[in-house]
């Protein structure tokens, strides 16, 4: 990874633990599920994909953060997520409820699809005007 890409996604993180309660706390249930969790289980199929998209929406807000800084549009990063989550629960009916892996694809498909939902209100907002970063790009550039 180059050295800006590492920069920029430990400025994003300290933005996100900068953030008002309880924010820093539904982040780190996005991280536990879509990036322990996926570890945990990541002999299966689904964890490996669930890791996939969690690592394109990292690499897609960093881009988002290098260039406008910490603004509403960083929800667009989670797009990944549209297709995963209708898939997870076709994926279900051969998996079983009754299974830690079952309880943790819902867990990640209740707690994703809650956060697109944030995310969605968010790029609109931000489509809508609302274009101020909460805090600038890296460098002071956006």
């Given at each position: 990874?180059?050295?800006?890409?590492?920069?920029?996604?430990i400025?994003?993180?300290?933005?996100?633990?900068?953030?008002?309660?309880?924010?820093p706390?539904w982040?780190?249930?996005?991280?536990?599920?879509?990036?322990?969790?996926?570890?945990?289980?990541?002999?299966?199929?689904?964890?490996?994909?669930?890791?996939?998209?969690?690592?394109?929406?990292m690499?897609?807000?960093?881009?988002?953060?290098?260039?406008?800084?910490?603004?509403?549009?960083?929800?667009?990063?989670?797009?990944f997520?549209?297709?995963?989550?209708?898939?997870?629960?076709?994926?279900?009916?051969s998996?079983?409820?009754?299974?830690?892996?079952?309880?943790?694809?819902?867990?990640?498909?209740?707690?994703?699809?809650?956060?697109?939902?944030?995310?969605?209100?968010?790029?609109?907002r931000?489509?809508?005007?609302?274009?101020?970063?909460?805090?600038?790009?890296?460098?002071g550039?956006?």
């Amino acid at each position: 990874m180059q050295e800006e890409t590492v920069k920029a996604m430990i400025e994003f993180n300290k933005a996100l633990m900068s953030m008002k309660m309880p924010w820093p706390l539904w982040i780190g249930l996005l991280l536990a599920l879509n990036a322990i969790g996926a570890i945990y289980f990541f002999g299966a199929i689904e964890a490996k994909v669930v890791f996939a998209a969690f690592i394109a929406g990292m690499l897609t807000t960093t881009a988002i953060f290098r260039a406008k800084g910490f603004v509403r549009l960083l929800g667009i990063g989670h797009i990944f997520w549209l297709p995963l989550l209708p898939w997870l629960v076709t994926r279900l009916e051969s998996i079983g409820l009754d299974s830690p892996l079952g309880y943790w694809i819902v867990a990640v498909i209740v707690v994703d699809g809650i956060s697109l939902v944030i995310d969605a209100v968010d790029v609109f907002r931000y489509l809508r005007g609302e274009r101020e970063p909460y805090l600038p790009a890296p460098g002071g550039t956006h």
